[in-house]
């Protein structure tokens, strides 16, 4: 992933966190954010 190669440790906000987590979203974002790298 390209984040992990141009940075140590990316930090995102909670609350978007819990809109990439929401239902409506696409199921490999939702299982991605379920198991971040």
């Not at 984040?3 to 974002?29: F, G, M, N, R, T």
């Not at 299982?31 to 971040?36: E, H, L, S």
């Amino acid at each position: 992933m390209i984040l992990q190669e141009l940075y140590e440790l990316v930090v995102i906000p909670e609350a978007v966190a819990d809109e990439l987590k929401a239902s409506e979203s696409p199921s490999i974002v939702r299982n991605w954010i379920a198991n971040p790298p």
